[in-house]
């Protein structure tokens, strides 16, 4: 018999062994790996692996393949972006890949849209309100028409979206490979600020209050009052970062979903995500995704002014009661999420 033939026997037995162990210790392993060796822009990388949805083009096709030959400067700038993520995933891999597999309950921030073959993974504090109520008609199959008559709440209501931990590990397999993935990031100190503003300094928050608040007042607010540990609801900044770079606090629990990094939500040096969008340029990219999925003739992303947002100024002044010690530590942190985004180190900082 053929050597290589007796490798593939043998192979075959592991990985029956292995399953079986799996299977017998109820444990889930997962699924499907995208390899992050993804195709550059190229002229149909997917060959017949893509089938086409309703007899039209999937977004997929339409990213990798465009109808025009000539690329665009945008596709041109999300070819970048991806490359980016992967370059970083691969020079980091010690860290962003500590955890081999993944489980389908790692995929509870990955909604999916089966109609138009998009899956898109919603990061807090990114716009995933308004990307939420998008999804809801692009779901709804005319149930919604109009994104901002959906009340912000009712976008939120786990209920309204299927989430792809939803599916049969096959299923699962399916759409990682076939549908379009997406996701939105942000400068990740204004999203932690922002974050923080929403959670701790508004007074309607009080389940944020209860449930962090005296635990952060308790462990890092010397000669605290008896009121100030039962509300929970004066939180300091500074309290807040010490908190988060508090070893033990990692130890205790996984960070809150608001202040959660990227790269922990949506595992991107796991799965591949075919477009990477910015908060700093939310209604291009995010109208983008749209055209790709074949919807934007008569729906794009909701634009309203915000005063409230948090702006890079907010931030710089947040920090400047920061120690260096803490800033350096935070940004140890949240450093994944710089790197992999192309975001560079705040010239505010004080780094040791």
Same mark, same amino acid.
């Given at each position: 018999m053929k050597p290589a033939l007796l490798e593939v026997m043998r192979m075959n037995r592991i990985c029956r062994m292995v399953l079986a162990t799996c299977l017998g210790s109820f444990i889930l392993v997962i699924f499907y790996f995208q390899s992050m060796l993804h195709p550059v822009m190229r002229r149909n990388p997917f060959g017949v692996d893509i089938c086409c949805r309703k007899?039209?083009?999937?977004?997929?096709?339409?990213?990798?393949?465009?109808?025009?030959?000539?690329?665009?400067?945008?596709?041109?700038?999300?070819?970048?972006?991806?490359?980016?993520?992967?370059?970083?995933?691969?020079? @980091?891999?010690?860290?962003?890949?500590?955890?081999?597999?993944?489980?389908? =309950?790692?995929? #509870?921030? %990955?909604? +999916?849209? !089966?109609?138009?073959?998009?899956?898109?993974?919603?990061?807090?504090?990114?716009?995933?309100?308004?990307?939420?109520?998008?999804?809801?008609?692009?779901?709804?199959?005319?149930?919604?028409?109009?994104?901002?008559?959906?009340?912000?709440?009712?976008?939120?209501?786990?209920?309204?979206?299927?989430?792809? @931990?939803?599916?049969?590990?096959?299923?699962?397999?399916?759409?990682?490979? =076939?549908?379009? #993935?997406? %996701?939105? +990031?942000? !400068?990740?100190?204004?999203?932690?600020?922002?974050?923080?503003?929403?959670?701790?300094?508004?007074?309607?928050?009080?389940?944020?209050?209860?449930?962090?608040?005296?635990?952060?007042?308790?462990?890092?607010?010397?000669?605290?009052?008896?009121?100030?540990?039962?509300?929970?609801?004066?939180?300091?900044?500074?309290?807040?970062?010490?908190?988060?770079?508090?070893?033990?606090?990692?130890?205790?629990?996984?960070f809150n979903e608001h202040w959660q990094t990227v790269y922990s939500l949506c595992h991107p040096c796991h799965i591949h995500y075919d477009l990477v969008g910015k908060y700093e340029t939310l209604e291009e990219d995010s109208n983008y995704v749209l055209q790709l999925a074949g919807v934007g003739s008569y729906l794009k992303f909701p634009t309203y002014a915000k005063s409230t947002r948090t702006t890079d100024e907010m931030t710089t002044e947040f920090f400047q009661n920061i120690s260096s010690e803490h800033q350096t530590q935070l940004y140890e942190v949240y450093k994944l999420d710089f790197l992999m985004f192309n975001y560079s180190v705040p010239s505010y900082l004080k780094l040791e």
């Open positions: 007899g039209s083009r999937s977004p997929l096709q339409e990213l990798y393949n465009p109808t025009q030959l000539e690329l665009s400067s945008t596709a041109v700038l999300h070819q970048m972006r991806r490359d980016q993520v992967t370059d970083t995933c691969r020079a @980091n891999s010690a860290t962003s890949r500590k955890r081999r597999v993944l489980t389908p =309950s790692d995929l #509870k921030h %990955l909604v +999916v849209d !089966e109609d138009h073959e998009l899956i898109y993974c919603y990061v807090p504090k990114v716009a995933c309100t308004n990307w939420k109520r998008l999804m809801m008609v692009l779901t709804g199959r005319g149930k919604y028409s109009d994104p901002m008559q959906i009340p912000a709440n009712e976008a939120h209501v786990s209920a309204n979206l299927k989430t792809l @931990n939803q599916y049969s590990i096959p299923e699962i397999n399916h759409r990682l490979k =076939s549908y379009m #993935k997406f %996701l939105f +990031v942000r !400068e990740p100190f204004e999203r932690l600020v922002s974050a923080y503003r929403n959670k701790f300094t508004q007074k309607y928050n009080t389940s944020f209050h209860k449930r962090y608040g005296t635990k952060i007042i308790k462990r890092q607010r010397k000669n605290a009052t008896q009121e100030a540990l039962r509300k929970g609801d004066d939180v300091k900044f500074e309290e807040f970062v010490a908190y988060l770079i508090d070893p033990h606090t990692q130890r205790e629990e996984p």
